[in-house]
């Protein structure tokens, strides 16, 4: 398996952008959601994703090279100034469920995640205004992991970064 999807609210710039990718070789189990809505008459749009798996990485070779069941997500608010991405590798085990909403107001991610593996976590926020970095966040976990972690940023929201 090798996968790569981007969703987009509007092109350039504007709008609502989302690249998932799943590469390797294994047993996969999953669900995604998309839903997303822009105005024709506005620069309005809202995006909302959810990925629901079970992913078992089960050895295979072609040739000289050996295949890694891996998992990545990448999200990105530019209206919000928010980036968030999550990637999975040397996996043994996962069950993964993220969830995604996004509008041109905030951005909220919430990942829940279990692993026997290697897990990448990594957001950014950047103040619209001044272009100053609000939050910076990167995470690299190896092993038996259970990740519960929830992101929402925007104008007013509450800023909350719950890690287990």
Known sequence: MDETKIYETDYGFKGQKLVVGTRGSGTVSRRQTIDFWSSNTSDESEMYFNEWGYF?????????????????????????????????????????????????????????????????????????IDKTTNMLMGGLYIGEVNIREEIEVGENPPLTLPCA
């Open 56 to 128: 078992e990485y089960h050895p295979y070779s072609e040739g000289p090279s050996e295949s890694d069941l891996k998992n990545a997500l990448c999200a990105k608010n530019y209206d919000v100034g928010s980036v968030v991405s999550e990637s999975y590798s040397s996996i043994k085990e996962l069950v993964k469920d993220t969830t995604i909403y996004q509008s041109e107001n905030d951005s909220l991610y919430q990942i829940n995640s279990y692993l026997h593996g290697t897990a990448r976590i990594g957001a950014r926020f950047v103040n619209k």
